[in-house]
């Protein structure tokens, strides 16, 4: 070191060296794995190599809504050579259930099915087209249910998986019956498929003493952990899940990658064979759930201008046949049906409709889009009630910074920059001038039509499940300078391992080369939340 350098304090040598720093935080740094994923070297589940005797599963589906099982027959399936074994509830070793928060999730179907799709049983054989044949080839005999196929069928009849409950502040009614105007209507929000571009997918080995090595494609190693063991009967310190990336998550793989985990391992624990599931595409689809189809009932009042005296909203969430993580979502619908706007008397009520349709499962914004579109709704359909320009009506309605701030769940709303927001995105996309532009457009032009709009979105991150924010991170700092990270987060394509790798690159003022990676894994890093609830980087970057 220079005696140039050697006078300055170590604050000063810190930022000369972050100066010349190119993988701190608030740096553009590739993704980890990008050179990877570009030349297909990027390792999934479906990658790695197989394990010898290893078993491939298909799971036979029900094609009933609604039914009684009166009899399953897989002695058929024994007909196939390669088939090692066929399993229906009766030969799960531990708990039969794997429902995320509450029951209503059985591995297999017990008794009777609730949707079509839904596993009645599953074959292991030596390749995937023979588990496949001999698993059509059981006989499986029912009698049909009547079945709910529609949320508001299912809203009507108060056919639910969890209790509604209500948001209220002020008093909506009087304010209702009050108003200068009121408009009630009705909205369908539709589902929505994640298709990630790798399905659901495990693999799974035996180990000594009855545990077991998941590598699975799942947002939540700890609760496919938990899930393992308890359909094995077995405490979580018997298994172990590896996680090092995943081909899209969307949610779809924060509760419902536990299924085929649980069937590989019960299979694996009956064989004491290697066993793999991989979904194919349709099965995918028919088998896991999607993103929560609401059914809105609104009934609004309103002043001449605009200004919202009071609203009733009934959210109805179609969950689907069993509660998984409905509770939670309707939940964030309800708390986000504010958006960005003052509703001062409100009452917000949450259905969790019961169908005989997939269970549906978290999917990014986790009901909050649901909420928001319901809101925006009836922001426009008090506009056009008017006659005015919704982005009027918006703004007249938005949150205030010192008074009418507080939201219908009683939480003040602080830091509020959404005025300033919206004048400079109004003045910067010359909002004003392309709004008469399209008026006069339209005006001229019978068939083709132009919009405009300028909503606002308030989101809350992290979960709604306080004790979930939490997280772990482990690193080794080996003695030629290395360093190993590992924390509980799970890489499903955004860049957390990125990140988080930042994160401890600024800390340790090194280069972020020096950082080496490995997999999600639960005897590392131990009782992980999932990832999710736009969290990952700040629980797991804070953690490392």
């Known amino acids: 070191m220079s005696s140039h350098t050697e006078h300055k304090s170590q604050e000063e040598l810190a930022a000369l060296f972050r100066a010349g720093m190119t993988s701190g935080v608030g740096r553009s740094v590739k993704h980890e794995s990008a050179d990877k994923h570009v030349s297909g070297e990027a390792v999934y589940v479906d990658d790695r190599l197989e394990f010898p005797n290893q078993l491939h599963v298909y799971a ?20 196939f050579p390669g088939v090692a074994i066929a399993i229906t509830k009766d030969d799960v070793p ?23 799709g839904q596993v009645v049983l599953a074959v292991a054989a030596d390749s995937l087209e023979t588990a496949r044949k001999a698993a059509i080839a059981a006989i499986v005999e029912y009698e049909d249910l009547e079945p709910v196929l529609d949320v508001v069928e299912a809203y009507r009849k108060k056919h639910f998986v969890l209790a509604s409950h209500t948001h209220r502040i002020g008093d909506s009614a009087s304010q209702l019956a009050s108003a200068p105007r009121r408009l009630q209507g009705t909205l369908h929000i539709g589902g929505q498929e994640h298709f990630y571009l790798e399905t659901q997918i495990s693999s799974v080995m035996p180990t000594e003493d009855g545990g077991m090595l998941v590598y699975t494609s799942t947002q939540n190693p700890t609760e496919v952990q938990k899930l393992v063991a308890e359909v094995l009967g077995v405490p979580m310190n018997k298994i172990v899940i590896d996680m090092r990336r995943m081909g899209g998550g969307f949610g779809g793989k924060e509760t419902q990658a536990a299924g085929p985990a649980c069937l590989c391992a019960v299979i694996a624990h009956l064989t004491g064979r290697p ?15 999607k993103r929560h189809p609401f059914y809105v009932e609104y009934d609004v009042g309103f002043d ?7 609203i009733e909203l009934d959210l109805a969430g179609n969950c689907g046949y069993s509660p998984d993580l409905s509770g939670s979502i309707v939940d964030r619908a309800m708390f986000h ?17 019961k169908t005989n349709t997939a269970s549906n499962t978290a999917y990014r914004g986790f009901g909050g889009p649901q909420g928001m579109v319901a809101i925006e709704e009836v922001m426009d359909a008090v ?37 300033e927001m919206t004048a400079e995105l109004e003045e910067s996309a010359e909002y004003a001038k392309r709004r008469r532009e399209i008026i006069e457009f339209n005006q001229k032009s019978p068939v083709l039509k132009k919009g405009l709009a300028m909503t606002p979105v308030k989101f809350g991150i992290s979960f709604t499940a306080t004790f979930l924010n939490q997280a772990g991170a482990l690193i080794h700092i080996y003695t030629d300078g290395s360093i190993h990270l590992n924390h509980g987060g799970t890489e499903m394509g955004q860049g957390l391992n990125t990140k988080v790798a930042q994160v401890v690159a600024e800390v340790f003022q090194v280069d972020i080369e020096r950082i080496q990676i490995t997999a999600t894994n639960t005897d590392k890093v131990p009782n992980t939340s999932p990832t999710a609830a736009s969290s990952g980087t700040d629980l797991n970057g804070m953690a490392a």
Do not use: W
Request: charged fraction near 25%; glycine fraction near 10%.
């Open 60 to 79: 036979r589906q029900s094609d009933r809504a609604h039914a009684r099982i009166l009899r399953i027959d897989t002695r058929p399936c024994y007909e």
């Open 337 to 353: 049906s504010d958006n960005a706007y003052f509703l001062g008397n409100a009452t917000i009520n949450g259905h969790r409709c």
């Open 275 to 289: 066993t793999k599931m991989r979904l194919p595409r349709m099965e995918d689809m028919s088998m896991t759930g």
């Open 383 to 419: 506009a056009r009630s008017l006659g005015k320009d919704p982005l009027e009506v918006r703004k007249l309605n938005y949150y205030g910074k010192t008074e009418r701030n507080v939201t219908h769940y009683h939480q003040t709303v602080e830091h509020n920059v959404i005025h």
């Open 94 to 116: 531990g708990h039969l259930d794997i429902g995320p928060v509450v029951a209503g999730d059985p591995l297999l179907a017990d008794g009777k099915v609730e949707y079509v």
């Open 304 to 310: 001449d201008d605009g200004l919202l005296h009071g």
